[in-house]
């Protein structure tokens, strides 16, 4: 599956050459569709090492069945913290040696970010976000993240908040 995944995402780069932009919504080329998954959450009880912590995730993928993901992005809140981290998750393949940016409707949350961390799972980046920034997060359409690819192309990809601080304030309540 994970070989789907990875030929998936290089054929979803090849037409977005032309595209420039992907949104969850939208059809492109006429015939390949993103389908953005619901919020998903867990919430972790606190343990002798940790404290108690909650994830809400949105997944985007290639295929109806919500099978093949291209993108997943992860709100962790930790108990007695205003702050929270948000992780994006690329999947493996992906060479992004200029960083990306990650916007809210037109407004950057900061500087480029670059990944941390590959696994099987995916590369993952993660981001601390202070509550002000939860705050624009809930009155946002989207999170943008801005690609460039190794070849300089530009590759836009828009994920949905919808639900979002439905979502977000369903983890909150510790």
């Not at 999947?91 to 037109?106: E, R």
């Amino acid at each position: 599956m994970r070989h789907h995944i990875f030929i998936s995402f290089f054929l979803l780069v090849f037409v977005c050459f032309n595209t420039k932009t992907i949104s969850a919504e939208k059809n492109i080329q006429g015939n390949l569709k993103i389908f953005t998954g619901e919020w998903k959450d867990k919430c972790f009880e606190k343990n002798e090492n940790t404290q108690k912590y909650c994830i809400i995730e949105r997944g985007m993928f290639l295929d109806e069945k919500l099978e093949k993901r291209v993108i997943t992005v992860i709100i962790r809140t930790i108990e007695n913290s205003s702050d929270s981290l948000l992780t994006i998750i690329s999947p493996l393949g992906t060479l992004i040696p200029k960083g990306f940016n990650v916007s809210l409707d037109q407004e950057k949350l900061g500087e480029m970010y670059g990944f941390s961390h590959c696994t099987k799972s995916g590369c993952f980046a993660t981001i601390k976000i202070n509550k002000e920034k939860i705050d624009i997060f809930k009155k946002s359409n989207a999170i943008n993240l801005e690609y460039t690819l190794q070849n300089q192309q530009p590759l836009n990809i828009s994920v949905s908040l919808k639900d979002f601080t439905k979502a977000y304030n369903k983890i909150t309540k510790f």
